[in-house]
């Protein structure tokens, strides 16, 4: 079971950024998907989580009205669209997914995590 996030990169403050993360088996299109980060030197944040089906979706505080998740199960994937970034996204985004197909709130107990894509963002 992989999770594999892509998209990453350097971007200038009010750019926008598009992350995609593609599951290595199908079983996960019935699971909870999210997004964590990790700034440089600080601890792990949530950032975005939805439902099996899409329906539901959570933000963290920093980036709701700017970030949006959703996803394509037929194709296995998930997105992050980054609108308007700024400085303080930087970070290493993970892709993250937990067999519930509803998630928690704020993006606790995904049991899946891959590899991050790192996301730089200049002033």
């Known amino acids: 079971v992989q999770l594999q996030a892509s998209g990453g990169g350097l971007v200038q403050a009010g750019d926008s950024l598009r992350l995609s993360c593609a599951a290595s088996?199908?079983?996960?299109?019935?699971?909870?998907k999210g997004w964590w980060r990790q700034p440089p030197g600080k601890e792990r944040e949530f950032v975005a989580a939805?439902?099996?089906?899409?329906?539901?979706?959570y933000y963290g505080d920093s980036v709701k009205g700017r970030f949006t998740i959703s996803r394509d199960n037929a194709r296995n994937m998930v997105y992050l669209q980054m609108n308007s970034v700024k400085p303080d996204d930087t970070a290493v985004y993970y892709c993250?997914?937990?067999?519930?197909?509803?998630?928690?709130?704020?993006?606790?107990?995904?049991?899946?995590w891959g590899k991050g894509t790192l996301v730089t963002v200049s002033s």
């Open positions: 939805i439902s099996w089906n899409g329906d539901i979706k």
């Open positions: 993250t997914a937990t067999e519930h197909g509803v998630p928690h709130s704020k993006g606790y107990g995904m049991a899946y």
């Open positions: 088996e199908r079983t996960f299109s019935t699971y909870a």
